[in-house]
């Protein structure tokens, strides 16, 4: 079964320092990867995908993440943490069940804090 | 990207009433889905809202207990029938757009969610 796991429930890094929020996936097949960022008291914003190709996938606000096949991660980063990045963030995977029923497998979410 | 308005942006509701949720989209979009978020947690999917059919529920989610509409493919609506607290949460609309192969990669996007307190 598809399944997401953000192992850690908060980080902290000092602005200006780069960030990493972790993600590892479970999949069969091919895997469709997404981050989301969820800002206090409001919805859910796409940040990148990964779908094929490059391993790095730029995204919007100046983040990227990685994929790692062979150690099935998808790990969101930045290379200088803003105050204002500060948010839940969100890694999902896109899953198929037998009745071809297609929808995304969230991950518990990571806040993020960034310190001035 | 769709622009999706949800309404309304939050409520408080008497326990044993039902409230019902709205999601219009600017745009015409394959899918339609509506979760449900414990403030500060993850989503959890409650179901697949089907053009013109039955929506599509998750395990633990009743047609009974949330009755799902889409006349159409810019308009939705979410029902939380007889509300005790424990319906007290962040419902928020969601919409994926695509056709064919495309929908696996097609991300998601989010309406601006509606905090219901039930009392």
């Known amino acids: 079964a598809q399944s997401v796991a ?7 890094v000092a602005e200006g320092n780069p960030l990493t929020v972790k993600c590892t996936y479970s999949v069969s097949g091919n895997p469709y990867l997404f981050w989301y960022v969820q800002y206090p008291n409001r919805g859910l914003q796409f940040l990148l995908k990964y779908i094929t190709g490059d391993n790095l996938v730029k995204g919007s606000y100046g983040f990227e993440a990685e994929f790692n096949k062979s150690q099935t991660s998808f790990h969101l980063k930045k290379p200088s943490a803003l105050v204002s990045d500060s948010a839940l963030y969100f890694c999902a995977v896109r899953s198929v069940n037998a009745g071809n029923n297609r929808k995304l497998i969230w991950g518990l979410g990571t806040s993020l804090a960034v310190n001035p | 990207s769709a622009v999706i308005s949800q309404k309304p942006s939050r409520d408080i509701c008497q326990r044993g009433t039902s409230l019902t949720i709205q999601c219009q989209v600017d745009s015409q979009v394959t899918m339609m889905f509506w ?19 039955e929506a599509t529920y998750e395990s633990g989610f009743v047609i009974d207990k949330f009755p799902i509409s889409r006349p159409n493919l810019t308009f939705s609506t979410l029902t939380v029938s007889n509300m005790s607290p424990e319906d007290s ?18 991300e998601a996007f989010f309406g601006q969610g509606t905090r219901l307190t039930v009392v």
Request: hydrophobic fraction near 25%; proline fraction near 5%; include cysteine.
């Open chain 2, 89 to 106: 949460s962040i419902y928020l609309c969601s919409v994926e757009d695509g056709q064919g192969s495309f929908l696996m990669n097609t």
């Open chain 1, 6 to 12: 953000q192992p850690e429930d908060q980080v902290n």
């Open chain 2, 35 to 53: 979760y449900r978020q414990q403030p500060g947690q993850s989503l959890t999917l409650i179901a697949t809202a089907n053009q013109g059919s």
